[in-house]
């Protein structure tokens, strides 16, 4: 297959929209539902809690390390192979597991898998594809991530089966790993990094552009992971009612799905124009209109709280979120210092999610506090400091000198 062309992009872009689509649906849906089977009522919260603090620090630890492995072996597409695998047999564990313990230790599977497989797989935009069309790469990765999490909804509402959902997502995962290896092959004249495991872990924090794209990173993650924490219990306490464009919901749960869906829309529509895009103007100029147009649309939220005003900002919010996932792989693959370890590095760059879904967390207890002294202030708080985090992600792109 000729590469950069779409049909090409979206080949390599595969395997993410597999690994978002299974994430989306098994978060959101398949895990809580199978604790709720195999543990009393009064225990599922503490063991479903469990299950998500183990998966976070797995999903901190795993890309890192198994990027590590794939640089010293100086391949990508076993790892992958082996990876994919795994995962569909750790979901199909998952759908049959008759208790919790056997349902935690095939979710522990499930991490170990996603990070063979998606680890190395990350190191495949630098690997491949030169600096001036790693925006178009981005854009499909950033877009196919916007239909993953599309195509899990559409799975949930459309399929009831519990099992056959799993089976659908095991499914897919292994066709999409099937394009990629057979698409794009190994990478040609990879070599074995024969830095030791700390140095390799500590090479990239030297380079002041890696820790700039980093805390670019994190900043803005934290403001989406601050909003979409609390988003639920902000509809059930300040907007109360879901009417809008016809829609009549009754379910808060139903209506934060709603602005969910607008919100991947937006990002699957602005995402791969915005990469091509930033191959022509630079990276920089895409992230300061991201960045300042999420800041703003926190504003309309908190001063008018109606459900149909949420749904289209859900949709602006989406366009300028896309816009972001469109250039941050490629802003991060522009400023890598070393082709061989390409893998380690993007393994690093990605904790900077996984931190931002803990810090998030922690703000529960200041918004319960803030929101007893006044209803609803606590939700103001932390949505202006949501935007002030977009804000302040954005405006240490400046300071990044490997990129444009």
């Given at each position: 297959?000729?590469?950069?062309?779409?049909?090409?992009?979206?080949?390599?872009?595969?395997?993410?929209?597999?690994?978002?689509?299974?994430?989306?649906?098994?978060?959101l849906?398949?895990?809580p539902?199978?604790?709720?089977?195999?543990?009393?009522?009064?225990?599922?919260?503490?063991?479903?809690?469990?299950?998500?603090?183990?998966?976070?620090?797995?999903?901190?630890?795993?890309?890192?390390?198994?990027?590590?492995?794939?640089?010293?072996?100086?391949?990508?597409?076993?790892?992958?192979?082996?990876?994919?695998?795994?995962?569909?047999?750790?979901?199909?564990?998952?759908?049959?597991?008759?208790?919790?313990?056997?349902?935690?230790?095939?979710?522990?599977?499930l991490?170990?898998?996603?990070?063979?497989?998606?680890?190395?797989?990350?190191?495949?935009?630098?690997?491949?594809?030169p600096?001036?069309?790693?925006?178009?790469?981005?854009?499909?990765?950033?877009?196919?991530?916007?239909?993953?999490?599309?195509?899990?909804?559409?799975?949930?509402?459309?399929?009831?089966?519990?099992?056959?959902?799993?089976?659908?997502?095991a499914?897919?995962?292994?066709?999409?790993?099937?394009?990629?290896?057979?698409?794009?092959?190994?990478?040609?004249?990879?070599?074995?990094?024969?830095?030791?495991?700390?140095?390799?872990?500590?090479?990239?924090?030297?380079?002041?552009?890696?820790?700039?794209?980093?805390?670019?990173?994190?900043?803005?993650?934290l403001?989406?992971?601050?909003?979409?924490t609390?988003?639920?219990?902000?509809?059930?306490?300040?907007v109360?009612?879901?009417?809008?464009?016809?829609?009549?919901?009754?379910?808060?749960?139903q209506?934060?799905?709603?602005?969910?869906?607008?919100?991947?829309?937006g990002?699957?529509?602005?995402?791969?124009?915005?990469?091509?895009?930033?191959?022509?103007?630079?990276?920089?100029?895409?992230?300061?209109?991201?960045?300042?147009?999420?800041?703003l649309?926190?504003?309309?939220?908190?001063?008018?709280?109606?459900?149909?005003?949420?749904?289209?900002?859900?949709?602006?919010?989406?366009?300028?979120?896309?816009?972001?996932?469109?250039?941050?792989?490629?802003?991060?693959?522009?400023?890598?210092?070393?082709?061989?370890?390409?893998?380690?590095?993007?393994?690093?760059?990605?904790?900077?999610?996984?931190?931002?879904?803990?810090?998030?967390?922690?703000?529960?207890?200041?918004?319960d506090?803030?929101?007893?002294?006044?209803?609803?202030?606590?939700?103001?708080?932390?949505?202006?400091?949501?935007?002030?985090?977009?804000?302040?992600?954005?405006?240490?792109?400046?300071?990044?000198?490997?990129?444009?």
């Amino acid at each position: 297959m000729q590469p950069f062309t779409p049909s090409w992009y979206m080949i390599l872009a595969s395997y993410w929209f597999a690994s978002s689509f299974k994430w989306a649906a098994v978060l959101l849906a398949l895990l809580p539902g199978r604790v709720a089977q195999l543990v009393p009522d009064e225990q599922k919260a503490g063991a479903l809690g469990l299950l998500f603090a183990t998966g976070a620090v797995m999903a901190f630890v795993g890309p890192p390390l198994t990027g590590y492995l794939s640089d010293r072996v100086g391949r990508r597409m076993p790892f992958l192979a082996i990876g994919a695998v795994l995962t569909a047999v750790a979901l199909v564990w998952m759908a049959h597991a008759p208790s919790y313990a056997v349902l935690f230790a095939a979710y522990i599977l499930l991490q170990i898998a996603d990070d063979l497989g998606t680890g190395p797989y990350s190191a495949l935009i630098p690997d491949l594809v030169p600096r001036s069309k790693r925006g178009a790469a981005s854009g499909y990765l950033g877009t196919m991530q916007m239909i993953g999490n599309i195509a899990a909804a559409v799975l949930i509402f459309s399929l009831p089966n519990v099992t056959g959902q799993f089976y659908v997502l095991a499914g897919v995962n292994l066709l999409a790993a099937l394009l990629v290896l057979r698409a794009i092959q190994e990478v040609p004249g990879l070599r074995q990094r024969q830095l030791s495991f700390v140095q390799s872990m500590l090479a990239p924090w030297k380079n002041p552009d890696f820790r700039w794209v980093w805390a670019t990173r994190f900043f803005a993650m934290l403001g989406q992971y601050s909003v979409q924490t609390y988003l639920l219990y902000y509809l059930s306490d300040v907007v109360r009612t879901f009417d809008a464009f016809g829609l009549h919901l009754v379910d808060p749960a139903q209506a934060v799905g709603v602005l969910g869906l607008m919100i991947f829309v937006g990002g699957a529509l602005s995402a791969v124009y915005a990469g091509r895009r930033s191959d022509q103007l630079g990276r920089k100029r895409l992230i300061y209109v991201s960045g300042i147009g999420l800041s703003l649309v926190m504003l309309p939220i908190l001063m008018l709280p109606r459900f149909d005003l949420l749904v289209a900002l859900a949709l602006i919010f989406g366009v300028f979120f896309g816009i972001y996932l469109a250039v941050d792989w490629a802003l991060v693959a522009d400023v890598l210092p070393d082709p061989e370890g390409y893998a380690t590095d993007m393994g690093l760059w990605q904790t900077s999610i996984v931190l931002p879904q803990v810090i998030a967390g922690s703000f529960g207890g200041l918004i319960d506090r803030a929101n007893q002294a006044s209803a609803g202030s606590g939700y103001t708080l932390v949505f202006l400091v949501a935007a002030g985090f977009f804000l302040l992600g954005t405006f240490l792109v400046r300071q990044i000198r490997g990129a444009r």
